[in-house]
């Protein structure tokens, strides 16, 4: 029987709040749920509210396949929530709540155990705006195997980011993905210079990072690791909601590393699953075989 890896995403379990109504969400369950329906282990690391949407969150996960024993339920604080507005080219606009459940993950004993058998996790900074929240994810990145992928997901969402957060993040992880629109705020933070190329190259030796990933919307995706660097156009799809396209794009990249694909097939497989979701509307929706199948 083929292996599973486990992958998890740690850090917010939201509800992305739009005009027509709210959706499951935060970049980490996204992750998740893209990796779980790539036929993978998904697992969420998170924290809801003992409220009426914290319970919908680990229904609709569990539906789909995702893990959720590690989602703690909090007593005082509420599920954590997000408006969202696209504008007309589908791209979001966030006013993202704060004091919110995701605020408080706590560490267990049983997380630690879990941490010591993830193959992959993904985490943001976001997710680490509160020390709390901040100081379990630390230790689970700590407690992880050797090999594991500690993939850094920036997603930078104002104002809950500076540099000393930017870095604390970095240090603790080997693979790092950025979009375009995020490499100009970590250029200025680092002092990166040349093309963007030689911009991700920087970075990766800075933080000794095994994996710089870089996302470009339309244009593709490039990555740069210690056998050079390397991009990969992706097929023009029209843009409907771009909400949750770079989670799934991270999960699908995640995934090929862990089945052994060579870099550039898991840089045109992550660009084919995130060009599907782009053309859909929602975070998560349901992946076709001839998407998701390598």
């Not at 292996?3 to 109504?21: H, Q, S």
């Not at 929240?133 to 700590?142: A, F, Y």
């Not at 593709?220 to 023009?236: C, Q, V």
Request: with cysteine; hydrophobic share 40%.
């Amino acid at each position: 029987m083929k292996k599973r890896f486990t992958i998890a995403g740690m850090g917010e379990t939201l509800w992305d709040v739009y005009p027509d109504g709210a959706r499951l969400g935060g970049a980490p369950t996204n992750f998740a749920c893209h990796a779980a329906q790539l036929g993978e282990r998904g697992e969420v690391i998170s924290c809801v509210g003992g409220d009426a949407q914290g319970e919908q969150a680990r229904v609709e996960l569990a539906e789909l396949g995702v893990g959720t024993d590690f989602i703690h339920v909090s007593e005082t604080l509420p599920t954590g929530t997000v408006e969202v507005e696209l504008d007309g080219e589908g791209k979001p606009r966030y006013a993202i709540t704060a004091d919110v459940a995701w605020d408080a993950i706590p560490s267990s004993h049983e997380l630690l155990e879990f941490a010591t058998t993830i193959d992959a996790v993904c985490f943001g900074v976001l997710s680490q705006r509160s020390e709390m929240s901040r100081t379990s994810i630390q230790r689970v990145l700590e407690r992880m195997p050797e090999g594991a992928l500690k993939v850094l997901d920036v997603n930078l969402r104002e104002p809950w980011y500076d540099k000393n957060a930017v870095e604390l993040a970095l240090v603790s992880a080997n693979v790092l993905k950025l979009s375009d629109e995020e490499l100009p705020v970590l250029a200025e933070y680092f002092d990166l210079r040349g093309s963007a190329a030689e911009q991700l190259e920087c970075i990766r030796q800075q933080f000794n990072l095994r994996y710089v990933v870089y996302t470009c919307g339309a244009e593709g995706s490039a990555l740069s690791s210690e056998n050079g660097y390397l991009f990969a156009p992706s097929s023009k799809a029209e843009v409907v909601d771009s909400v949750g396209a770079g989670d799934a794009f991270t999960a699908s990249f995640c995934v090929g590393l862990l089945r052994g694909y060579a870099q550039e097939d898991c840089l045109k497989f992550a660009n084919r699953v995130a060009g599907y979701v782009c053309a859909q509307s929602g975070a998560c929706p349901e992946l076709p075989a001839s998407i998701k199948n390598f």
